[in-house]
């Protein structure tokens, strides 16, 4: 199994930026694409970015595009999520997850791994 946890939220300020990171344990986090979802209170989890196992690929949310990068080292297990040019509406709970490659990325069921979250809150 893999056991995902992530660090890098808090408090910012809109326009700021933050990096978020996700440690996987396992030897087997080089075999699955890793996600980035998010939740706020009273709405549906969201997909935000996605990155294959090789990191040859990366996909946005429209909302995040242009503002988000999404990352992994390998060889150090870890993911990463580098938020730029935050607006309030990014305010969320973030979640990173990892499941092996489906064309349908922006569904949280094709994911059979999940960390517990990191709160990230942008003021006005």
């Known amino acids: 199994q893999v056991q995902l946890v992530e660090s890098g939220g808090g408090l910012v300020q809109a326009g700021g930026s933050v990096r978020l990171s996700c440690a996987a344990s396992?030897?087997?986090?080089?075999?699955?694409?890793v996600g980035w979802f998010r939740q706020s209170p009273g709405k549906e989890r969201e997909f935000v970015a996605v990155v294959t196992w090789d990191g040859g690929n990366t996909y946005y949310a429209d909302s995040v595009k242009g503002r988000f990068t999404i990352s992994r080292d390998n060889a150090k297990n870890t993911g990463y999520l580098k938020m730029n040019n935050l607006i309030p509406e990014d305010t969320a709970v973030y979640y990173c997850a990892a499941g092996r490659w489906s064309y349908y990325y922006k569904v949280d069921n094709q994911y059979a791994y999940w960390g517990q979250g990191t709160q990230v809150t942008v003021s006005s």
């Open positions: 396992g030897r087997a986090f080089g075999n699955y694409a």
